[in-house]
């Protein structure tokens, strides 16, 4: 029987991991990939068939300069110290990366209270950060930005990265690195022994000396598995809609004046070029419930609209949601609890994405700490080579690549212009795609204007090939999501051969 | 005999999309009223008299570049019978090659129209 | 890298990319198809109704029938064919960049272009349908390709988004495969396709059209579960209390066509509001050399139109290579404009008009009316005027006329469409 999640595990089936992690959401995967570089035996568990399913690519792609949150908050301490680290973390993983600017726009006079209170809170948490009156400049530096825009708070020191790449990356780099994956396992209860916690799954049972909670919008019920009750997660949804690339000249990211909810509807162009717009801010009791709504889509369109007036809405190509996992106690949950060797990584809304690195360096530092041993890996290996990147490799180099792999000569998404070649690898790569939403996430087919149109055929039976199922059991993203019921005519089921 | 009921057709010939109420009289001929046009009139009776289809459909085709070749029948057949006449072709398999316009299926359910390929299949190179 | 030298490279070997090029190789000219499918056809080869053929052929074919006709045509002649190619570059300059297996990237330098890419799939982002995104969403083009190419049932149940052709031809055939078509809805207030597939799709098999409906919320976490319709103002805008739950596995959209010109905006072509390029009565865009037909200059919905606007592009581009067209220098730029009714006409330039040319205005109304008639005007001149029983948005008209050099004022031609004078009617 088919199984969308897959064990990747090069130790033995009875082997205590010294750190389980619960959680492969960007918190998780920080974790992971901090651990990776000490000898260790490290687990991942995750509830979905693949990594990265959560907030954790249903979110605004940002990374914060770190002026919005209050100094003496674990908020404003990992978004602070873990900023500057991106550059070269994304460079070493390969992970797309703009360190384009934040600005924030006062569209009435009254607003301007608001960009000098930033601009207060970024002094004091040292971000650099200044205020724009001059609107000449503000449109000098961004073109399309509403005329209405009386100030602008403008930090340089803010980007845009592609969230779930990250996590993706993270987690090649742990699985480089010897840590196991346990995908498509949501856990279910944690017994704890004298010397480890025992964490089931419906299919494997997990042993770990010490656990770290990642688990995002589940993170308060994996915590009370273990008796503890420090603080109940809510879930706020977010919606988004994106642009097609091309569709407006946008340099910065875009945010409204703040309420005390939320950041607000932002304007962002994103590593590959399109636009987001999103996300609102509304209490959901399912915290599983993602999908977009009318009345939410309008709400963003409106908020576009304030700081980028006349969205071009027919260069719309898709709308998507996620969920903040919003703790009462009004900030992360990081740190030891009163249970020995069992560590939160909770509470992770925004600027979760912003921190986690810092986060996960944080939790390795802390597990050393409660006794962790933290022996250097021999032959760690901290940076991914770059994979083959049809669109951005130039002719010459793609002939000859061509000629000894004909695959990269076969365009497969028409609309991102990407070759069989890096969908295969994709696919064959640690941590390797399963499912259609996997090669959407690592390549990209299927993001692009025509969203699966041309390309889902091929698609369908290039995962049938390699992964040696009949084409009919390929699926979106798990068991529970197959694409198609089976053949027409009688057809044979068949795994694709050519 | 009981007087049979009117129907109401809705004429396809063109866009205008007539209402047409056809009747058939005791001495077996037919009441229109509505159509627009003698096309109209006469493929409302037809209609009403006994509706005819097309039949497009595919079957499997073995050893050839696809699984399924497009087929239809030569002229229209009994609407009544489509169902049928769909399952019978499905449960036939061809062989490639197999050239546009080919007889597959000759007098199909005895109704005096045959299945044709609609397009040129090669078979698979080894 | 592999250079191929040609006179006219055609873009796209469709129904239009094969009429185009058959055309233009009938001169004598060097012509080279590049297409990114394993076989020529385009979309005709997962048409496998009928319907195809009426005016060009005087018969009624099926897609790959009226493909066929053409893919034979083209093995008795010249044309030279590049299949499982993917152009990704064109330059202003006419240099294109294309990829495949075998010959690794290729560079063709033609003296001229004929751009028949046709047309992507409007899906569900683009018209903002709300909810989830989980599994069995497909636009309608895809699930008759996996239908009728591929041989893949994509469904068991299924809801369909617009009555357009595409989505009522869809329905029948679902419904003969087996699947259980619940439901078509559509926004407008009437039926956007044929009546023949309204009456032989959704009526032959009962299948409910609700209008004036819209899907509000697609409900599923992993596969399709069903959607909530809603009926709609004029504007468009959900009324509240219609809502309505429909069960169902699958969700197809036949929401409307947009024309393919990535690869035309690359080498400069400025497109109008057709979301094609704007062209001159040649099916010549603003770039010198470069033609454009097919559904990637206007969204077409007979095929027999396709061939004849492709022809005359080849035939053009051919008379371009061969030097026998005036320059850039001497276009008149003649304005053709929509009016009353009218949404957009093709061509928006007239450039190089005798008295003896003709003139093939393509247009359609906005919206569908009765006993109307075409008037093609300038300053107040009738130039030409055609009589219509009926006018639907759905049908594409076309009209042949020579205009009257002389009687052109401000450079200006406007095509109206208005009811008949009372005593016109029924003549």
């Known amino acids: 029987m088919f199984t969308a999640g897959v064990d990747l595990e090069p130790m033995s089936k009875n082997t205590t991991f010294d750190v389980a992690i619960i959680g492969a959401g960007v918190t998780g995967a920080s974790i992971a990939w901090a651990l990776a570089k000490y000898d260790l035996k490290v687990a991942v568990i995750d509830k979905e068939a693949d990594v990265a399913m959560g907030t954790s690519k249903a979110n605004s792609g940002i990374l914060h300069a770190g002026f919005a949150a209050a ?6 301490k990992y978004n602070v110290i873990a900023n500057p680290m991106f550059d070269k973390v994304c460079a070493d ?23 000098n209170d930033l601009l207060r809170q970024g002094t004091e948490n040292k971000v650099p950060v200044e205020i724009i009156t001059d609107s000449k400049r503000m ?8 005329k209405d825009a009386k100030g602008v708070l403008y930090a340089p020191t803010g980007g845009i990265v592609s969230s779930y790449e990250l996590n993706l990356r993270l987690c090649e780099c742990a699985a480089m690195n010897g840590t196991t994956f346990f995908l498509d396992a949501p856990v279910t209860s944690i017994s704890i ?7 089931k799954t419906p299919r494997k049972e997990v042993k770990a000396r010490y656990v770290v909670n990642a688990a995002g919008l589940f993170s308060d019920k994996v915590e009370q598995m273990v008796g503890l009750h420090t603080f109940n997660i809510t879930a706020w949804k977010g919606e988004y809609i994106i642009l097609d690339k091309g569709s407006i000249t946008l340099n910065h990211i875009l945010f409204p004046t703040p309420t005390k909810q939320s950041k607000g509807i932002v304007v962002t162009p994103t590593t590959h070029g399109n636009i987001l717009v999103g996300p609102n801010n509304i209490f959901y009791e399912d915290r599983e ?10 709400e963003i369109i409106e908020g576009g609209d304030k700081l980028i007036p006349n969205l071009p809405l027919r260069k719309v190509i898709h709308n998507y949601a996620g969920l903040r996992a919003k703790a009462d106690t009004g900030d992360f949950v990081i740190g030891p609890t009163s249970v020995e060797r069992f560590f939160n990584a909770g509470g992770i809304q925004s600027p979760g994405l912003s921190s986690c690195l810092a986060i996960g360096i944080d939790i390795a530092r802390m597990l050393g700490e409660a006794g962790l041993p933290l022996k250097s890996r021999s032959e760690y290996l901290g940076v991914i080579p770059k994979p083959f990147c049809l669109r951005e490799t130039p002719l010459e180099e793609l002939d000859a690549i061509i000629k000894q792999d004909p695959r990269a000569g076969h365009v497969v998404c028409r609309c991102e212009t990407v070759s069989e070649k890096e969908i295969v690898e994709a696919i064959q790569r640690p941590l390797g795609a399963r499912t259609l939403d996997g090669i ?5 087919p299927q993001m692009g204007r025509c969203q699966g149109g041309f390309c889902t055929p091929k698609l369908l039976k290039i995962l049938s090939r390699e992964l040696k199922i009949p084409v009919e059991k390929v699926t979106l993203k798990n068991n529970n999501s197959p694409l198609l019921f089976g053949r027409t005519k009688g057809l044979k089921s068949e795994v694709w051969q050519e | 005999m009981t007087e049979a009921k009117p129907a109401e057709i809705r004429c396809i010939i063109c866009p205008n999309g007539c209402l047409v109420t056809v009747k058939e009289r005791p001495d077996g001929k037919y009441d229109t009223e509505g159509a627009g046009c003698k096309r109209g009139m006469e493929y409302a009776e037809q209609e009403y008299r006994e509706p005819k289809r097309m039949l497009i459909t595919t079957m499997r085709i073995e050893g050839g570049i696809l699984p399924v070749l497009p087929v239809r029948s030569t002229k229209e057949l009994p609407k009544d019978r489509i169902f049928e006449a769909v399952k019978f072709v499905s449960a036939i398999a061809i062989k490639a090659p197999v050239k546009m316009g080919t007889v597959l299926v000759p007098n199909l359910l005895n109704l005096g129209v045959d299945v044709i390929a609609s397009r040129d ?5 080894k | 890298m592999k250079e191929i030298k040609t006179d006219i490279a055609v873009i796209g070997g469709g129904p239009g990319g094969l009429a185009a090029a058959l055309e233009a190789s009938k001169t004598g000219v060097r012509v080279l198809i590049l297409e990114r499918d394993f076989e020529l056809g385009g979309i005709l080869q997962q048409c496998i109704h009928n319907g195809f053929g009426l005016r060009y052929f005087k018969e009624e074919l099926t897609g790959p029938e009226y493909s066929q006709r053409f893919i034979n045509m083209l093995k008795d002649s010249d044309v030279e064919i590049l299949r499982n190619t993917m152009v990704i570059d064109l330059k202003p300059d006419k240099t294109i960049t294309a990829i495949n297996r075998t010959d690794g990237v290729i560079t063709v330098k033609p003296q001229a272009v004929v751009l028949t890419m046709g047309c992507r799939e409007r899906t569900r982002g683009a018209i903002n349908v709300p909810g989830d995104r989980c599994a069995g969403i497909f636009p309608a083009g895809l699930a008759q390709r996996l239908v009728n190419v591929e041989g893949y049932m994509p469904a068991k149940s299924v809801v369909i988004v617009g009555s357009g052709d595409i989505g009522m031809i869809m329905a029948r055939r679902l419904t003969l495969e087996g699947v259980e078509v619940k439901a078509v809805v559509e926004v407008l207030p009437y039926a956007a396709g044929l009546i023949r597939n309204r009456v032989q799709c959704l ?15 697609i409900h599923g976490k992993d596969r399709v579960k069903g959607v909530t319709i809603a009926q709609v103002d004029d504007k468009w805008r959900p009324l509240k209390g219609t809502d309505r739950f429909i069960d169902c596995d699958t969700v197809l959209f036949s929401v409307g066509l947009i024309p393919e010109n990535e690869l035309s905006e690359k080498a400069g072509v400025v497109l109008g509001s057709t979301g094609g390029p704007v062209v001159n009565e040649l099916s010549e865009t603003n770039v010198s050399g470069i033609f454009a037909a097919g559904n990637v200059l206007q969204v077409h919905d007979l095929v027999d139109w396709v061939t004849l606007e492709a022809q005359r592009a080849g035939k053009n581009a051919a008379d371009y290579v061969k030097n026998l067209t005036r320059g850039v220098a001497e276009r008149g730029r003649i304005k053709v404009l929509p009016g009353d009714n009218v949404g957009y006409v093709i061509p928006q330039f007239i450039d190089y008009l005798g008295g003896d040319t003709q003139v093939q205005f393509s247009f359609r109304p906005k919206g569908p009316a009765k006993d109307q008639q075409t008037l093609i005007e300038s300053g107040g001149t009738v130039l030409a005027k055609r009589k219509h029983q009926h006018v639907i948005p759905s049908e594409m008209i076309n009209i042949v006329t020579k205009v009257d050099p002389f009687a052109i004022k401000n450079k200006e031609i406007t095509v109206r469409i208005v009811p008949q004078p009372e005593e016109e009617k029924k003549q």
């Open chain 1, 71 to 76: 100094s003496n908050t674990l908020k404003t």
């Open chain 1, 93 to 115: 993983l390969k992970v797309p990366f703009n360190r384009c600017g934040t600005f924030v726009v006062a569209v009435r006079d009254t607003e301007m209270g608001y960009l």
């Open chain 1, 139 to 146: 449109h000098d530096m961004e073109p399309e930005l509403t």
């Open chain 1, 193 to 199: 022994k004298k010397e480890h916690f025992a964490i």
């Open chain 1, 289 to 298: 419930d993602v999908a977009t709504t009318t009345e939410g889509i309008w």
């Open chain 1, 440 to 444: 959407k996430m690592r390549v990209r």
């Open chain 2, 121 to 125: 299949i090669e078979g698979k190179k």
């Open chain 3, 203 to 217: 009526e032959d098999y009962k299948i409910p059209l609700y209008l004036c409906h819209t899907v509000t919320h």
